[in-house]
Nanobody
Framework: QVQLVESGGGLVQAGGSLRLSCAAS????????MGWFRQAPGKEREVVAA????????YYPDSVKGRFTIFRDNAKNTVYLQMNSLKPEDTAVYYCAADKRALRAVVAGSKVGDFGSWGQGTQVTVSS
């Protein structure tokens, strides 16, 4: 089992930027794909970014493509989510998650069920 701790959330004005971090411990971080998800009140949890264990491949849904960037530092057991040009509709609790399976090389189309370990979440609020 892996433990995940997110940080970096907060309140930002529309058009601003935030960087979220997720520190992992408990298993070999570099063997697992990682994902960032978000959940707004009354809505289902949705993926916003995923990255393969090596960091070579990433995935973004259309809603954040070109604005969000996921990257990882395997030496620091940390995955990041850089969020630019934030919009009020990006307001949500953001969660990082670790893949259920090791060494997955394709993360396109990642979904909640692909991930088995979750952080506690960090609130991101974008004001208009």
């Amino acid at each position: 089992q892996v433990q995940l701790v997110e940080s970096g959330g907060g309140l930002v004005q529309a058009g601003g930027s935030l960087r979220l971090s997720c520190a992992a411990s408990g298993r070999t971080f570099s063997n697992y794909a990682m994902g960032w998800f978000r959940q707004a009140p009354g809505k289902e949890r949705e993926v916003v970014a995923a990255i393969t264990y090596s960091g070579r491949n990433t995935y973004y849904p259309d809603s954040v493509k070109g604005r969000f960037t996921i990257f990882r530092d395997n030496a620091k057991n940390t995955v990041y989510l850089q969020m630019n040009s934030l919009k009020p509709e990006d307001t949500a609790v953001y969660y990082c998650a670790a893949d259920k399976r090791a060494l997955r090389a394709v993360v396109a189309g990642s979904k909640v069920g692909d991930f088995g370990s979750w952080g506690q979440g960090t609130q991101v609020t974008v004001s208009s």
